[in-house]
Antibody, heavy 121, light 108 residues
Framework: EVQLVESGGGLVQPGRSLRLSCVAS????????MYWVRQAPGKGLEWVSG????????GYADSVKGRFSISRDNARNSLHLQMNSLRTEDTALYYC??????????????WGQGILVTVAS | SYVLTQPPSLSVAPGETASITCGGS??????VHWYQQKPGQAPVLVIY???TRPSGIPERFSGSNSGNTATLTISSVEGGDEADYYC???????????FGTGTTVTVL
């Protein structure tokens, strides 16, 4: 069974940093594109960033460009999101997601349960 | 930036048909995916590449895409279909994924 489990969230002050992780089980991340999607409280889904199977960055949402950085560690079957210069508007539930087929960019078949990031003073 | 517009809400009686639209400029040339999200849960893919159902998704869910509008149709709506629904496309111009604004479906 495929599982994605996020970690690393919590309460952080504006301007500080946080690093999210997503560990996969039931499949090897090596050949899969991976993504971060967030959802602010009571709001809709917002794509944050993606990374393809060879480690190349697919892109970043304009709202996080220059502040967030996506990476993957295939040896540890994990995905990461380094979030710097956090703002109150970054407060959200962060999901990692992936397609079901190797070397495909879409759709997002698998989702974690999400990890909450709260940016507040 | 590319924008996908959905009606904020839709109410439908059990057994009836719900049609959720997703409007975007020339969306018909893009591949559209649809996700269902129930309260407190992660999204679930219900339609991909405009009209294909993943395994385990009931045949009551179908999709179409043409011109400036993509549509998710839920036939014979059941109480368990109450959820938020989001469309999604890849915007190659901006190299970003875009989600629609979301539609809350209420079963009366």
């Amino acid at each position: 069974e495929v599982q994605l489990v996020e970690s690393g969230g919590g309460l952080v002050q504006p301007g500080r940093s946080l690093r999210l992780s997503c560990v996969a089980s039931g499949f090897s991340l090596n050949d899969y594109a991976m993504y971060w999607v967030r959802q602010a409280p009571g709001k809709g889904l917002e794509w944050v960033s993606g990374i393809n199977s060879n480690g190349g960055t697919i892109g970043y949402a304009d709202s996080v460009k220059g502040r967030f950085s996506i990476s993957r560690d295939n040896a540890r079957n994990s995905l990461h999101l380094q979030m710097n210069s956090l703002r109150t508007e970054d407060t959200a539930l962060y999901y990692c997601a992936s397609p079901a087929w190797p070397h495909q960019l879409t759709p997002f078949n698998y989702w974690g349960q999400g990890i909450l990031v709260t940016v507040a003073s | 930036s590319y924008v996908l517009t959905q009606p904020p809400s839709l109410s439908v009686a059990p057994g009836e048909t719900a049609s959720i639209t997703c409007g975007g400029s020339s969306i018909g040339v893009k591949s559209v995916h649809w996700y269902q999200q129930k309260p407190g849960q992660a999204p679930v893919l219900v339609i991909y590449n405009d009209q294909t159902r993943p395994s385990g998704i009931p045949e009551r869910f179908s999709g179409s895409n043409s011109g400036n509008t993509a549509t998710l149709t839920i036939s014979s709506v059941e109480g368990g279909d109450e959820a938020d629904y989001y469309c999604q496309v890849w915007d190659g111009t901006g190299d970003v994924f875009v989600f629609g604004t979301g539609t809350t479906v209420t079963v009366l």
